[in-house]
């Protein structure tokens, strides 16, 4: 009996060994992946380019847009750092407009830090469109305006600091409320993107029964008009007596 006890413990004990090796393995996993998506929106840069000054009449063929998607009801924050100073004889105008025909701001002559933040109307996308104009007298012979935009969509766009500082939260519950907050999201944005599926489901669903039952009709309608060509032509070959 003592024999058959023996391996049973070295079993149990193996098991137990397995067991909380592989509870290590998971936590050292969730905090791999908790570390990787704390740190992933932080090195996250703003937009950069150059913006030329064009004549007036010239300026809307060289307005630039850039486009981003958003549902409703989000908080979306734009922030635009112009170069230059006033008085150099370009003027840059900034306008934020979505795609159904919103307008959520038209800032003129931006010069510096210029920040909008406002909360979208639909499930659509929104432009962020700036155009650089001559005003005056200007010295150079290609004048540009430096262009740094940063566009924060949702939990991104919330003053996490200032929240941490009013809810006396921890800095650790402060990015598990941000985490949560983006997980949230993309809940939110897979429905949406699950109800537009169905909706093109349907569509198609509609529109192949529609080319069915189109070509069934035309199906008959050729298969009228071949009989009645046989119909016609058999009576007209009888009349003149050729059949």
């Not at 001559?134 to 949702?154: F, K, M």
């Not at 519950?173 to 983006?182: A, I, W």
């Not at 537009?196 to 309608?221: H, P, Y």
């Amino acid at each position: 009996m003592e024999r058959l006890r023996r391996p049973a413990r070295l079993i149990s004990s193996s098991s137990s060994s397995s067991s909380s090796s592989s509870v290590v393995f998971s936590v050292v996993v969730f905090y791999f992946f908790f570390c990787l998506l704390a740190t992933c929106p932080t090195s996250v840069d703003a937009l950069k380019f150059d913006l030329s000054a064009h004549p007036q009449g010239q300026h809307k063929k060289s307005e630039r847009c850039i486009r981003n998607f958003v549902s409703r009801d989000t908080l979306v924050v734009v922030t635009a750092t112009i170069g230059g100073a006033k008085g150099d004889g370009q003027t840059v105008n900034m306008h934020i407009k979505d795609a159904v025909g919103n307008d959520y701001g038209h800032p003129r002559d931006v010069v510096g830090e210029s920040r909008n933040a406002f909360t979208s109307q639909a499930d659509t996308a929104f432009d962020v469109c700036l155009e650089n104009i001559l005003s005056g007298q200007h010295t150079g012979a290609n004048p540009v305006r430096h262009v740094e935009l940063d566009i924060d969509i949702g939990a991104d766009a919330q003053d996490w600091a200032q929240i941490q500082a009013a809810e006396k939260l921890k800095p650790v519950e402060t990015e598990l409320r941000r985490m949560e907050q983006m997980v949230a999201e993309i809940v939110v944005e897979m429905e949406y993107l699950r109800t537009r599926e169905q909706k093109l489901r349907d569509t198609n669903e509609s529109t192949n029964e529609r080319v069915k039952w189109f070509a069934f009709g035309t199906m008959g309608v050729l298969v009228g008009l071949g009989a009645w060509q046989i119909i016609y032509l058999r009576a007209y070959f009888r009349s003149k007596h050729l059949i």
